[in-house]
Nanobody, 127 residues
Framework: QVRLVESGGGLVQAGGSLRLSCAVS????????????LGWFRRGPGKEREFVAA????????YYADSVQGRFTISRDNAKNTTALQMNNLKPDDTAVYYC????????????????WGQGTQVTVSS
C-alpha cells in the first residue's frame, strides 16, 4: 500500500506565504515508472475539487493550474520521497483543503488519474 501524509497548512493573511509538504511511503515504484507523479489538488468551501499542481518524478517536469501559475511552486526531494508546494501571494480564493495525490501515469490535470490520496490539510487565507 501507499500512504501520503500532508503537513504545513494553517491560517495566513492575504499576500502571505505557506509551504505544504507531502511525505510518501510504501511501494510506489517511483524509480521504475517513468510517468509516476505527485500532484496537489484542493477543494474550497462549496466548490468542486480542482487541480493545483503536479510534478513528474523522473525528470521534474511541472504542471500548474492557471489560477496559481507564478504564485505556487511544486518541488520534489527524491531522497526523502517528499513533495512540497510553496504558495506565495496567497489570496482568500486559495482557501481550501489541499490534498496530495499519487499517480503512475495519465492526465496529470485530472483527479481520476490519481491512485492514492492523502487526508488533506486546511489552508485558510484571511482578507
Amino acid at each position: 500500500q501507499v500512504r501520503l501524509v500532508e503537513s504545513g497548512g494553517g491560517l495566513v493573511q492575504a499576500g502571505g506565504s505557506l509551504r505544504l509538504s507531502c511525505a510518501v511511503s510504501g511501494r510506489t515504484f517511483s524509480s521504475a515508472v517513468a510517468t509516476y507523479a505527485l500532484g496537489w489538488f484542493r477543494r474550497g468551501p462549496g466548490k468542486e475539487r480542482e487541480f493545483v499542481a503536479a510534478i513528474r518524478w523522473n525528470d521534474g517536469s511541472t504542471y500548474y493550474a492557471d489560477s496559481v501559475q507564478g504564485r505556487f511552486t511544486i518541488s520534489r526531494d527524491n531522497a526523502k520521497n517528499t513533495t512540497a508546494l510553496q504558495m506565495n501571494n496567497l489570496k482568500p480564493d486559495d482557501t481550501a483543503v489541499y490534498y496530495c495525490a499519487m499517480t503512475w501515469g495519465g492526465d496529470y490535470y485530472q483527479s481520476r488519474t490519481y491512485n492514492y490520496w492523502g487526508q488533506g490539510t486546511q489552508v485558510t487565507v484571511s482578507s
